[in-house]
């Protein structure tokens, strides 16, 4: 997992989601992690319905800049359920998630 401050909205932008895909792939390619496996990045903290559409824009970053490898995202019950379909993989907290379980994730 790839994670630099994400821990409040101020973290999340598309600019970001871009820095942090071209420095995680670089770190990726450095220990010899195979390509094709997955880069989970984090969004590490209690989103709100008013944060989603930011949490949108930081994947599309990580999206256009990440190459080599599948995005995966590590987040609450409401991140899961906004990135859905947006990414390859789906790794759910049990913090901020309320008892929430989507039905999709990968991890838990």
């Known amino acids: ?17 871009i820095s942090h895909a071209k420095e995680a792939e670089g770190f990726a390619k450095t220990v010899g992690q195979p390509e094709g ?24 970053g990580i999206k256009s800049a990440l190459k080599d490898y599948k995005v995966g995202v590590y987040g609450s019950y409401n991140v899961m ?14 913090a901020w998630s309320r008892g929430h379980v989507a039905d999709f994730i990968h991890m838990r």
């Open 1 to 17: 997992m790839f994670q630099k401050s994400n821990n409040g909205i101020q973290f999340l932008s598309k600019e970001q989601g």
């Open 37 to 60: 496996t997955a880069i989970y990045f984090a969004v590490d903290f209690d989103a709100q319905s008013s944060h989603l559409s930011k949490i949108l824009e930081f994947v599309e």
């Open 81 to 94: 359920q906004v990135v859905k379909g947006n990414v390859d993989y789906y790794w759910q907290t049990y």
